[in-house]
């Protein structure tokens, strides 16, 4: 899941090629299956397993407070009513969830004074492709730039896509306001998930575009919050040329390589997928710093990740 704001982009509401009227009723017509706003954990299981079946432990591995009092008027629709002009707070998940298990009531945020904060709704969207299931957003009251929120726990039931694993117990400490974003995950795509030349979705979260005719190598990176240029938008041929994947060839020696294209742009998302033109097992991902914004503009610190191999779905 991007955001692209996860927060900004999802609600800034800018559709290329679109009118104003049709952005407008897209977002009037636009249903939040993905998001919930139950105060209490519905979900019944006897699931308790910490550890996949490649022994990789599940937890959180990010919280960012993103924006405080400043989600756009757009996340009433996009989120839930009564979102627009509350906290925005993306939290990355170490393994995709099923949303079905999430309610708003299965989280606590607790802020640097001790208060326990007020969710008001969780979302998967925008960051809703397939593969994009590990990025919560929170709109709600629980925090502010003088008492940041510092701590984010998962009290209720709330289980992994594949439905082994519990997220019930995990917490993390939040990255504070006046941070930039950073990358947080990074994961090779499964080939069947590339959706090669597919275009985005007119609606500014949700469905972003496919990866490019001649990709060969498909790494999908997930920042902590909402990244976009300085100068507002989508990244472009000068932030592509930034990225730097360092790739174990067949021989045994390492290529340091730029994309040839980004796919995953246009929904307002905290994911990118980076198109590699050879063959290999990616292992890291660079890019450098102050060169991209968060929704509060603050840029982003030098930042790099290990790659994980996704395993097929």
């Not at 397939?130 to 929170?138: D, I, M, S």
């Amino acid at each position: 899941m991007q955001i692209q704001i996860l927060t900004s982009a999802i609600l800034g509401v800018i559709l290329l090629g679109c009118g104003k009227v049709q952005q407008i009723q897209s977002i009037r017509n636009y249903d939040p299956v993905l998001s919930s706003a139950a105060q209490e954990d519905t979900t019944v299981t006897t699931i308790q397993s910490k550890r996949d079946k490649h022994g990789r432990q599940v937890g959180l591995i990010s919280a960012f407070f993103g924006l405080d009092d400043a989600l756009a008027r757009a996340a009433d629709q996009g989120v839930w009513p009564g979102a627009g002009g509350k906290d925005g707070m993306p939290v990355i998940f170490s393994h995709e969830i099923d949303y079905k298990t999430m309610q708003a009531g299965d989280f606590r945020v607790t802020t640097a004074s001790g208060k326990v904060g007020e969710i008001l709704a969780v979302t998967l969207a925008p960051a809703d492709d397939k593969g994009e299931h590990r990025t919560v957003l929170f709109a709600g009251r629980y925090g502010s730039i003088d008492d940041q929120p510092a701590k984010v726990e998962i009290v209720g039931n709330l289980l992994s896509i594949d439905g082994t694993l519990n997220f019930k117990g995990e917490s993390i400490v939040v990255t504070p306001l006046e941070e930039g974003a950073t990358m947080v995950w990074a994961e090779t795509v499964p080939e069947a998930e590339w959706e090669i030349g597919k275009k985005a979705t007119p609606l500014p979260w949700g469905g972003g575009s496919g990866a490019a005719e001649g990709t060969k190598t498909l790494v999908r990176v997930t920042w902590s919050g909402g990244v976009t240029r300085p100068v507002g938008g989508e990244v472009q041929d000068e932030e592509r040329l930034l990225y730097k994947v360092t790739v174990l060839l067949a021989n045994g020696s390492k290529q340091i390589v730029t994309p040839f294209a980004i796919g995953d742009l246009g929904d307002g998302d905290n994911n990118h997928e980076l198109c590699l033109d050879v063959v290999g097992t990616p292992q890291s991902v660079y890019f450098p710093k102050a060169r991209l914004v968060d929704p509060r503009k603050d840029l982003n610190p030098e930042t790099t990740i290990a790659i994980v191999k996704s395993p097929a779905r």
